[in-house]
């Protein structure tokens, strides 16, 4: 079992910069997958970015504006969001797959962003 707890969310103008945190659990997190995903109010969850084996992935909508790293030294995986946009407002999950190239079976409970105009 993989428990995941995020923050970093807050309220930033447009133009402006957050950085979420994302700590895991588990003593073998440099073997996770892991993920950002968002749920704007009355959209479906989208994904964000993602980290795999396999490479790193971004969304059309994120890419040039948003970073996903990881501190294996700190269980912790970053979203870096510059440039944000009012249509980058929502909750932002992260995800978990604690067996490489598998289903993202573990979510934490989300952190608010709001990007006003």
């Known amino acids: 079992q993989v428990q995941l707890v995020e923050s970093g969310g807050g309220l930033v103008q447009t133009g402006g910069s957050l950085r979420l945190s994302c700590v895991a659990s588990?003593?073998?997190?440099?073997?996770?997958?892991m993920g950002w995903y968002r749920q704007a109010s009355g959209k479906e969850r989208e994904f964000v970015a993602i980290m795999r084996w396999s490479g790193t992935y971004y969304a059309d909508s994120v890419k040039g504006r948003f970073t996903i790293s990881r501190d294996n030294a700190k269980n912790t995986v970053y979203l870096q969001m510059n440039n944000l946009l009012p249509e980058d407002t929502g909750v932002y999950y992260c995800?978990?797959?604690?067996?490489?190239?598998?289903?993202?079976?573990?979510w934490g409970q989300g952190t608010q962003v709001t990007v006003s105009s």
């Open positions: 995800a978990a797959s604690d067996r490489p190239g598998g289903p993202l079976e573990y």
């Open positions: 588990g003593r073998t997190f440099s073997r996770y997958d």
